[in-house]
């Protein structure tokens, strides 16, 4: 059972900032071990895959996306099960819906548990325009 639930969308203006949250609870994975991670993925219909856009070890190890690299911030309260993203500098093609994914292991596609299983959460709006 792995349940991740997500927080923080919103509409901003360009060159606005955003944090989103993710909370983890379940029995599936141990989160001592787990690591967390953010994905997006553009309005459907308009050809965009999910996309990496950062994730993180339990021991701190982060992976960012090209293009969001200097501009977006991940972290991780272990104590708490969370992980959050804050983005500043928002642009619109930053515009998508976020989703939490946790694991054993992350890739560029998502985070997987032990039979590679991928666990997302429902994913919340980021809609950046003026």
């Known amino acids: 059972q792995v349940q991740l639930v997500e927080s923080g969308g919103d509409l901003v203006q360009p060159g606005g900032s955003l944090r989103l949250s993710c909370a983890y609870s379940?029995?599936?994975?141990?989160?001592?071990?787990?690591?967390m991670g953010w994905y997006r993925q553009a309005r459907q219909g308009a050809g965009k895959e999910r996309e990496l856009?950062?994730?993180?070890?339990?021991?701190?190890?982060?992976e960012y996306g090209d293009s969001v690299k200097g501009r977006l911030g991940i972290s991780r309260d272990n104590a708490k099960n969370t992980v959050s993203l804050q983005m500043n500098s928002l642009k619109p093609e930053d515009t998508a819906v976020y989703y939490c994914?946790?694991?054993?292991?992350?890739?560029?596609?998502?985070?997987?548990?032990?039979?590679?299983?991928?666990?997302w959460g429902q994913g919340t709006q980021v809609t950046v325009s003026s």
């Open positions: 856009v950062a994730t993180m070890t339990v021991s701190g190890t982060t």
């Open positions: 994914s946790a694991g054993y292991y992350c890739t560029g596609y998502g985070c997987y548990g032990a039979n590679r299983e991928a666990y």
């Open positions: 379940g029995s599936t994975l141990n989160p001592k071990t787990m690591a």
